[in-house]
């Protein structure tokens, strides 16, 4: 499996490369910065992930091309900055979080999903911003934190998956699960026969 990382020149990318290669899934990291070179209809990937990062949605519009491009090709996972992400492109709005959170652990409960193994678990946030809900969107709530904000989506039809807090992190109690999760997300993807 070979997938490709932007990285939104975040400190974590390269611990969240280091826990997808350690669950088998190759990463190409690519900055933002460089995506305007990039020709991506001749890339040949299986999965588009969007890392952490600084600032909020609006100050990296040109991801949304690679969104629309391969929203209906390969699974996209994003991650803190990487969720914000889908949920602008979905129309959601981003906001502050109720309590800006930086490297101490939370309480998520999940739901309406059959991804991961667990109804709550201990999570790593590093997040001031959180995604507003939206009755007429795609993404389905499927975890929360204890404010009952969003902590992560799925789309309705499509193999996109995307998480507030830090899996990657030795403060998630369940990161492998989470990263086997995300393996079998892409795994089970019609574009991954």
């Known amino acids: 499996m070979q997938g490709i990382l932007i990285d939104f020149k975040d400190s974590y990318t390269l611990n969240l490369w280091e826990a997808f290669r350690q669950i088998g899934l190759k990463l190409d990291i690519i900055s933002y910065e460089d995506i305007h070179n990039i020709d991506i209809k001749n890339?040949?990937?299986d999965c588009l992930i969007l890392s952490p990062g600084p600032y909020n949605p609006s100050n990296y519009p040109n991801i949304l091309n690679w969104i629309q491009f391969f929203e209906k090709k390969i699974p996209i996972i994003?991650?803190?900055?990487?969720h914000q992400i889908i949920g602008a492109f979905y129309g959601h709005s981003v906001k502050r979080a109720k309590d800006p959170i930086h490297g101490v652990p939370i309480n998520v409960s999940f739901k309406n999903h059959n991804i991961f193994p667990f109804e709550k678990t201990e999570v790593m946030p590093y997040h001031s911003l959180v995604v507003d809900p939206l009755e007429s969107s795609p993404l389905i709530t499927i975890a929360i934190n204890d404010s009952n904000e969003?902590?992560?989506f799925k789309?309705?039809?499509?193999p996109i998956l995307s998480v507030q807090f830090h899996p990657e992190s030795v403060g998630t109690i369940q990161s492998k699960?989470?990263?086997?999760a995300f393996l079998r997300l892409i795994n089970k993807s019609p574009s991954n026969p």
């Open 43 to 45: 890339l040949k990937i």
């Open 78 to 82: 994003g991650i803190c900055l990487g």
């Open 150 to 152: 969003i902590m992560g």
């Open 155 to 158: 789309h309705r039809n499509l």
């Open 177 to 180: 699960e989470f990263f086997e």
